[in-house]
């Protein structure tokens, strides 16, 4: 008896081991799925006895598992079997317990594993940037915030650029800030003292441009924060635009986050009218608000810088700056050692244009010296003419030696700094088409005769953005750029070839009514060198003009308002664009 019961035991010894599952690999995990694991290549594999599973050689330790490396059961291509014999132990309630050969890592339920994130109070990621930071609302740029969930260790500084890509190789840049403090987290709307602000690409200035979507449809608007472990070398904020930030910044860029977000002219409450489309010639005409001195609403589109009012005779445009939206002085290689100042059209320096022209049968010569016309954006225009004694009447003969829009003296808008260092257009202002209806007057002559734009662009003015507009009329024009209506009244169009704008009136011209700033310093050697004006920015009161010399090096004018009057200001020459100077003040004498 007792050896039979001795064999029993030993029977059931050796058979319980035999349905034991095989140990693990020497420092892996243990099995997942008990003693019958899923087949890897057959969904329905058949049943295997205990004792025929083939034994398991060792295997190299495997490597640790990674967040998202095992995608959840029910995803598998290859699901266990719903009848397996063998299914695998239900894990306990509670919190699961890892592998002493693992860490157990607990990730925050509501944040991504590891990652860098921008948000903002205003907008969502993939959601409309709202009006009131577009150059239909206020022009303020829009509040962020930006957060890491485990931040990548040795950031010491962050950027930040917005940027549009209206086509390809088009890149436009809204925003460019760098040298900003690891500390900051957050920055609100508006906010200009975060860090160090680099160029836009609408005006060149140091500061945020709010954009103006062109033409028909939604535009994608990128805005990016990016963690830096070194701060970027970047002496000259007015020669960092975004290219420049992202090569400065390429080797030193930790981890960066994005929000996308889209505007539609029109689609936020308080918008502006639409612009014109990329086509413009074929735009169709825009309804405009109108006023009792404005019927046609001809300024409407430049009410945040230009001021209307009118009396029976005269309408009164005003402007504070005297100076336009758009980038003033880049790329003009024949300097004449101006730099442009604000300069007040306003009370008694208002413009005023006659209402009612009053119309002749034969022309009147335009003046060399002077303003012959004004853009609406409240600016200036003077007569290609460069002498300012020259005669313009019928014994004119023209010289290109003195023609300034062939000489290389204005910038890619088609104006310079004068001699009263103010600026003024002497060709079409071609830049005022970003935003301008061709059907309405895009200046006016002194005796009040409507200006349109005809043609005027090439691949230096406007910088081929404008080539393929052609709005001049079938009908042959005049001398003075003019057309006569059929109720013997002229109109006015812009050319490419001179005049330019206007050569003559057809209306009577009070003399009077011209507005001329004067000369208000001597010019010394200064400059003289020069051989192209790389930018003017503008950031806060202080003013930075970047030019090249004859030897390749960079030299700037750095000009602010002096406390020594109202309209007196304090120039710094520097041939090292970031060695301060001693200043000289000069005032604007009337």
Same mark, same amino acid.
């Not at 509670?94 to 594993?113: K, R």
């Not at 959601?127 to 930071?133: D, K, M, S, V």
């Given at each position: 008896?007792?050896?039979?019961?001795?064999?029993?035991?030993?029977?059931?010894?050796?058979?319980?081991?035999?349905?034991?599952?095989?140990?693990?690999?020497?420092?892996? %995990? +243990?099995?997942?799925?008990?003693?019958?694991? @899923? =087949? /890897?290549? *057959?969904?329905?594999? $058949? &049943? !295997?006895?205990? #004792?025929?599973?083939?034994?398991?050689?060792?295997?190299?330790?495997?490597?640790?598992?990674?967040?998202?490396?095992? %995608? +959840?059961?029910?995803?598998?291509?290859?699901? @266990? =079997? /719903?009848? *397996?014999?063998?299914? $695998? &132990? !239900?894990?306990? #309630?509670?919190?699961?317990?890892?592998?002493?050969?693992?860490?157990?890592?607990?990730?925050?339920?509501?944040?991504?594993?590891?990652?860098?994130?921008?948000?903002?109070?205003?907008?969502?990621?993939?959601?409309?940037? $709202?009006?009131?930071?577009?150059?239909?609302?206020?022009?303020?740029?829009?509040?962020?915030?930006?957060q890491f969930f485990g931040a990548p260790a040795?950031?010491?500084?962050?950027?930040?650029?917005?940027?549009?890509?209206?086509?390809?190789?088009?890149?436009?840049?809204?925003?460019?800030?760098?040298?900003?403090?690891?500390?900051?987290?957050?920055?609100?709307?508006?906010?200009?003292?975060?860090?160090?602000?680099?160029?836009?690409?609408?005006?060149?200035?140091?500061?945020?441009?709010?954009?103006?979507?062109?033409?028909?449809?939604?535009?994608?608007?990128?805005?990016?924060?990016?963690?830096?472990?070194?701060?970027?070398?970047?002496?000259?904020?007015?020669?960092?635009?975004?290219?420049?930030?992202?090569?400065?910044?390429?080797?030193?860029?930790?981890?960066?986050?994005?929000?996308?977000?889209?505007?539609?002219?029109?689609?936020?409450?308080?918008?502006?009218?639409?612009?014109?489309?990329?086509?413009?010639?074929?735009?169709?005409?825009?309804?405009?608000?109108?006023?009792?001195?404005?019927?046609?609403?001809?300024?409407?589109?430049?009410?945040?810088?230009?001021?209307?009012?009118?009396?029976?005779?005269?309408?009164?445009?005003?402007?504070?700056?005297?100076?336009p939206m758009h980038e003033m002085m880049r790329?003009?290689?024949?300097?004449?050692?101006?730099?442009p100042l604000p300069f007040s059209y306003t009370?008694?320096?208002?413009?005023?244009?006659?209402?009612?022209?009053?119309?002749?049968?034969?022309?009147?010569?335009?003046?060399?010296?002077?303003?012959?016309?004004?853009?609406?954006?409240?600016?200036?225009?003077?007569?290609?003419?460069?002498?300012?004694?020259?005669?313009?009447?019928?014994?004119?003969?023209?010289?290109?030696?003195?023609?300034?829009?062939?000489?290389?003296?204005?910038?890619?808008?088609?104006?310079?700094?004068?001699?009263?260092?103010?600026?003024?257009?002497?060709?079409?202002?071609?830049?005022?088409?970003?935003?301008?209806?061709?059907?309405?007057?895009?200046?006016?002559?002194?005796?009040?005769?409507?200006?349109?734009?005809?043609?005027?662009?090439?691949?230096?003015?406007?910088?081929?953005?404008?080539?393929?507009?052609?709005?001049?009329?079938?009908?042959?024009?005049?001398?003075?750029?003019?057309?006569?209506?059929?109720?013997?009244?002229?109109?006015?169009?812009?050319?490419?070839?001179?005049?330019?704008?206007?050569?003559?009136?057809?209306?009577?011209?009070?003399?009077?009514?011209?507005?001329?700033?004067?000369?208000?310093?001597?010019?010394?050697?200064?400059?003289?060198?020069?051989?192209?004006?790389?930018?003017?920015?503008?950031?806060?009161?202080?003013?930075?003009?970047?030019?090249?010399?004859?030897?390749?090096?960079?030299?700037?004018?750095?000009?602010?308002?002096?406390?020594?009057?109202?309209?007196?200001?304090?120039?710094?020459?520097?041939?090292?664009?970031?060695?301060?100077?001693?200043?000289?003040?000069?005032?604007?004498?009337?």
């Open positions: 008896m007792s050896h039979r019961l001795i064999v029993c035991c030993l029977v059931l010894f050796v058979t319980g081991c035999s349905l034991l599952p095989p140990p693990p690999p020497p420092g892996g %995990p +243990p099995p997942q799925n008990g003693a019958n694991p @899923p =087949p /890897q290549n *057959n969904a329905n594999p $058949p &049943p !295997q006895s205990a #004792a025929e599973q083939p034994s398991q050689p060792e295997q190299p330790s495997p490597p640790p598992v990674q967040d998202g490396d095992n %995608p +959840p059961t029910q995803d598998n291509a290859n699901p @266990p =079997p /719903q009848d *397996n014999p063998n299914p $695998p &132990p !239900q894990e306990p #309630a509670g919190e699961p317990i890892a592998p002493e050969s693992e860490t157990a890592v607990v990730e925050p339920s509501s944040a991504p594993s590891g990652g860098f994130t921008l948000t903002s109070p205003v907008m969502a990621n993939g959601g409309q940037l $709202p009006a009131t930071f577009t150059c239909d609302g206020q022009n303020l740029s829009p509040p962020l915030a930006w040795g950031t010491v500084s962050y950027a930040l650029a917005m940027h549009h890509i209206p086509g390809p190789g088009d890149t436009h840049w809204y925003w460019v800030v760098y040298n900003i403090p690891p500390t900051t987290l957050s920055i609100e709307a508006g906010s200009t003292t975060f860090g160090t602000f680099g160029t836009n690409s609408v005006n060149r200035d140091l500061q945020y441009a709010p954009p103006c979507s062109r033409g028909p449809g939604a535009k994608l608007y990128t805005i990016t924060v990016y963690a830096l472990s070194a701060v970027p070398d970047l002496p000259n904020p007015a020669a960092v635009d975004r290219d420049t930030l992202l090569a400065a910044i390429a080797d030193k860029t930790l981890a960066e986050a994005h929000l996308d977000v889209t505007y539609e002219r029109g689609q936020d409450q308080g918008a502006a009218v639409p612009e014109v489309a990329p086509d413009n010639s074929a735009a169709a005409p825009v309804t405009a608000s109108g006023t009792e001195c404005d019927p046609q609403g001809v300024f409407d589109r430049y009410s945040d810088y230009v001021h209307i009012s009118c009396d029976d005779i005269y309408l009164h445009v005003e402007t504070e700056t005297g100076q790329g003009i290689t024949a300097w004449i050692l101006r730099v009370g008694d320096r208002a413009w005023k244009l006659p209402r009612q022209p009053r119309w002749q049968d034969g022309h009147t010569a335009a003046h060399a010296r002077g303003p012959i016309a004004m853009a609406v954006n409240g600016v200036p225009i003077y007569h290609f003419d460069k002498r300012p004694d020259v005669a313009l009447d019928d014994s004119y003969v023209y010289d290109s030696k003195f023609d300034t829009v062939q000489q290389g003296e204005l910038d890619h808008c088609g104006g310079h700094a004068g001699q009263g260092e103010d600026y003024h257009y002497h060709t079409a202002p071609v830049c005022l088409l970003d935003n301008h209806d061709l059907n309405q007057p895009i200046g006016y002559t002194l005796g009040g005769g409507q200006i349109f734009y005809g043609t005027g662009a090439d691949d230096y003015y406007g910088e081929g953005k404008y080539n393929h507009i052609n709005n001049l009329p079938p009908e042959p024009l005049d001398e003075c750029n003019g057309l006569r209506q059929a109720d013997g009244s002229y109109v006015y169009y812009t050319t490419h070839d001179p005049p330019y704008t206007i050569g003559c009136y057809h209306e009577e011209v009070d003399w009077a009514l011209q507005i001329e700033p004067r000369q208000m310093r001597d010019l010394g050697e200064f400059g003289r060198n020069a051989t192209e004006i790389v930018s003017l920015t503008v950031q806060g009161d202080v003013r930075t003009l970047l030019f090249r010399t004859d030897r390749a090096e960079l030299n700037a004018v750095v000009y602010q308002p002096s406390a020594a009057g109202p309209d007196c200001w304090d120039f710094q020459f520097r041939t090292n664009v970031d060695q301060p100077v001693a200043a000289e003040t000069h005032c604007r004498v009337e």
